[in-house]
């Protein structure tokens, strides 16, 4: 999160937080902004309307890319969030998925491995989020095998 009149201007000295993640310098957020897709993107950023902390991109948005994307790789430290998995990152799933209505959004999204984004379509796997980044957890991501053996993926710090 950012407030956004740090977004506008170059010398606010303020930080931003990327959810689930910690304290980002606003220079760097403005950087990853400018590096994603730069002003087309800002549009499309939303405010919290109490505290103006950045909440995310447009909730119509179907794919996660730009800005969106490059967030998860960092909340995800760029390895698949997938039970005893840690290739690199390849995917950016939709833990509810775009046709069940689940938003591209830092909450719904996880990043995974190329095996990872069409295990979770198998019968008997199922993804949910536990805790959306937002508050003091972490995001969290419970995995349901077959099984029915559970497994939980918390975002590093
Ligand atoms: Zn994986």
Redesign the pocket.
């Known amino acids: 999160m950012l407030p956004i009149d740090a977004l506008l201007d170059p010398d606010s000295p303020a930080t931003g937080e990327l959810v689930g993640h910690g304290p980002l310098p606003a220079g760097i957020v403005r950087d990853l902004l400018r590096a994603t897709g730069g002003k087309r993107w800002w549009r499309r950023l939303f405010a919290h309307p109490g505290h103006g902390g950045l909440l995310g991109g447009d909730p119509q948005k179907r794919r996660f890319d730009g800005f969106l994307a490059r967030l998860i790789d960092l909340r995800d430290h760029g390895r ?1 969030r ?1 039970p005893y ?1 840690d ?1 690199a990152i390849r995917h950016h799933d939709h833990i509810v998925q775009s046709r069940a209505g689940g938003p591209a959004s830092l909450a719904n999204g996880r990043g ?2 190329a ?2 984004n069409y295990v979770r379509e198998m019968p008997g796997w199922d993804v949910e989020t536990v805790h959306d980044g937002h508050g003091e957890h972490p995001h969290t991501v419970r995995t349901t095998t077959p099984t029915g053996h559970t497994y939980t993926s918390r975002a590093g710090p």
Request: proline share 0%; with cysteine.
């Open positions: 698949c997938d998995c290739a995974v491995c095996r990872g």
